[in-house]
């Protein structure tokens, strides 16, 4: 694929529901494409890039444009699948120079590409991330989907910036059941700060 042609699974008006800027209104670019492949991902339609259009970073830009116009919403979410699957630079430059600021979503399993005023690594157990991304990240948001995890992302704190964020995310589907571990790790560790998925209980994309 060209580099400067990116699937696009949808673009939308919402709110950041986890991590750093929960609660923010932003609009969301997902990129489609995944080989992650994780078992609970509540975007699983997203993995096949070949099921979805391919935009130029410029048409990228104008869909953005016309569903923010008449607002002032600066925060874009470029998102996926894992978006460091693709040379994000021709886009996130483009986003830029018409004055938006990034926000990159990705696993961290890819090195990282393009420009960004912040960066969210969300590492899965499926893929370990690349230390380049981990390096780079100025928040660190983990899934936890059972107890073990806490442990597993423990190993790559040492790659992480000094003043990088600390988010502990229970998975959705067993928030429940996870929850009273969180709380009693991050009773132990007061770096670390609870996300939950914001969105899903207001009932927004």
Known sequence: MPKSLF?????FLSFQGEGHFQGTRAYF???AGCDVGCVWCDVKDS???ARHPVKSAEE??????KDLQGTRITELILTGGEPFMYDINP????LQESHYRIHIETSGAYPPTGTWDWLCVSPKKFRPPHRSSLR???EYKVVIYHPSDLLWMEQFLPDLPSDCHYYLQPEWSRQKQILPSLLDYMSMHPEWHLSLQTHNYVGLP
Do not use: G
């Open 91 to 94: 886009l996130s430059r483009l």
């Open 47 to 49: 993995w096949d890039s």
């Open 60 to 65: 990228i830009l104008v869909q953005t444009q």
């Open 29 to 31: 670019i997902r990129l």
């Open 7 to 11: 699937p696009i699974m949808e673009q």
């Open 136 to 138: 780079k990240a100025n």
